[in-house]
C-alpha cells in the first residue's frame, strides 16, 4: 500500500531555514508527482508547489518562489522541501501529497509535519 | 487566479440528515477539474471527489458531487457520526487552489 511518511516537527528562529522530508513506499516512485502543502493554525490549506521525481522539475507558487526549494532523492525515495528565510507567519503544519500527473488530483498525504518559528 | 468560495463557512446537522456544500469558482473551470477533500482535526486531508463528480477510492456512495463551470456541490446523503469534520474543494491545474473550508458541524 502508498505511504507518505514525514520528518518530525521543527522548532526554528526568524530567518532560519527549516528542511521537511516526505519518505515514500509502495508505488512507483518516479511515476507520481509530489506537492506540498502547508496549513497556519486553524487557517486552510495552501498549495506551495510541486517536484517530478523522474526528472527533478518543480513547480512553485508565485509567493514562495525564491524562497522554497523542492528536490528528490530516488535512492531512498524520498522528496524534500526547503523553506529559507523563515517569519512568524510560516508556522504551519507542512504536507506532502502525491498526485499522478501535475494536474490531478492529490490522492494520498503523509501525516503533516509541524514546523513552528519562534524567537 | 481562480477564487474558491465555499458556502456556508459552517453547517450545523443532525446524523442521518442529508448534507450539502457549495463551492464557487471565480471563472469558468474548463474540465471540471475540481476535488474535494474530507479532513479532520490532526489528520492530512483525505481525497472524497475528483473531476466534480467521481468518487475516490474507498469512499463511501453516500458522498457524491455535482457541477461545472463555476458552480460545484458536495452532497453527503445521509450523515453518518464520523462524516462531521472539514471540508475543502480543491481546484486542480497548473497552480491548484483550495477554498477556505466549510466546517460540518454536529447540531
Redo the contacts between chains.
Keep these: 500500500q502508498v505511504h507518505l511518511v514525514q520528518s518530525g516537527a521543527e522548532v526554528k528562529k526568524p530567518g532560519a531555514s527549516v528542511k521537511v522530508s516526505c519518505k515514500t513506499s509502495g508505488y512507483t516512485f518516479t511515476g507520481h508527482y509530489v506537492?506540498w502543502?502547508r496549513q497556519a493554525p486553524g487557517q486552510?490549506?495552501?498549495?506551495m508547489g510541486w517536484v517530478n521525481p523522474n526528472r527533478g522539475s518543480t513547480?512553485y507558487?508565485?509567493r514562495f518562489e525564491g524562497r522554497v526549494n523542492m528536490t528528490t532523492d530516488t535512492s531512498v525515495r524520498s522528496v524534500y522541501m526547503d523553506l529559507s528565510r523563515l517569519t512568524s507567519d510560516d508556522t504551519a503544519v507542512y504536507?506532502c501529497?502525491r498526485?499522478s500527473a501535475?494536474?490531478?488530483?492529490?490522492?494520498y498525504?503523509?501525516?503533516?509535519t509541524l514546523v513552528s518559528v519562534s524567537s | 487566479e481562480i477564487v474558491l468560495t465555499q458556502s456556508p463557512g459552517t453547517l450545523s446537522l443532525s446524523p442521518g440528515e442529508r448534507a450539502t456544500l457549495s463551492c464557487r469558482a471565480s471563472q469558468s473551470l474548463r474540465g471540471s477539474?475540481i476535488?474535494w477533500?474530507q479532513?479532520k482535526p490532526g489528520?492530512?486531508?483525505?481525497?472524497l471527489i475528483?473531476g466534480a463528480s467521481s468518487t475516490?477510492?474507498g469512499i463511501p456512495d453516500r458522498f457524491s458531487g455535482s457541477g461545472s463551470g463555476t458552480d460545484f456541490t458536495l452532497t453527503i446523503s445521509r450523515l453518518e457520526p464520523e462524516d462531521f469534520a472539514m471540508y475543502?474543494c480543491?481546484q486542480?491545474?497548473?497552480?491548484?487552489?483550495?477554498?477556505?473550508?466549510t466546517r460540518l458541524e454536529i447540531k
Excluded: C, I, M
Aim: hydrophobic share 30%.
Design positions: 506537492h502543502v486552510g490549506l495552501e498549495w513547480h507558487a508565485q504536507f501529497a498526485s501535475w494536474y490531478h488530483p492529490f490522492d498525504w503523509g501525516q503533516g | 477539474n476535488a477533500y479532513q489528520q492530512a486531508p483525505r481525497l475528483y475516490a477510492t475543502y480543491q486542480y491545474g497548473s497552480s491548484p487552489k483550495f477554498g477556505q473550508g
